[in-house]
């Protein structure tokens, strides 16, 4: 069984940071793409920012200049870090990624359960 969690959601005031984190656990193999995703009340979910295990990364217009993706192989671990938040950021935060459990053959895409994020004006 492969689980993501994340953490590090909140509440902050506009302009302000918060850094998300999630980490991979379980019978893993190898991992590809980690990503960002985040939906709003009433919006559809939107692919945020998304990294490869390469370092390649790409990013919403929305968030570009913003926001920042990393990650840690060695930790199964990847973040976002968040900076000049606006109150449009508000949406629950989900970690996704594409992880070859157990072997090289068996690819799968997770999520994890979701981190609220807050901003207020």
């Known amino acids: 069984q492969v689980q993501l969690v994340e953490s590090g959601g909140g509440w902050v005031e506009a302009g302000g940071s918060l850094r998300l984190s999630c980490a991979a656990s379980g019978s893993i193999f190898s991992i590809n793409v980690m990503r960002w995703y985040r939906q709003a009340p009433g919006k559809q979910r939107e692919l945020v920012a998304a990294?490869?295990?390469?370092?390649?990364?790409n990013y919403a217009d929305s968030v570009k200049g913003r926001f920042t993706v990393s990650r840690d192989n060695a930790k199964n671990t990847v973040y976002l870090q968040m900076n000049s938040l606006k109150p449009e950021d508000t949406a629950v935060y989900y970690c996704?990624?594409?992880?070859?459990?157990?072997?090289?053959?068996?690819?799968?895409?997770?999520w994890g359960q979701g981190t609220q994020v807050a901003v207020s004006s």
């Open positions: 990294i490869s295990s390469a370092g390649s990364t």
């Open positions: 996704n990624a594409d992880i070859y459990s157990g072997s090289r053959w068996n690819l799968a895409n997770y």
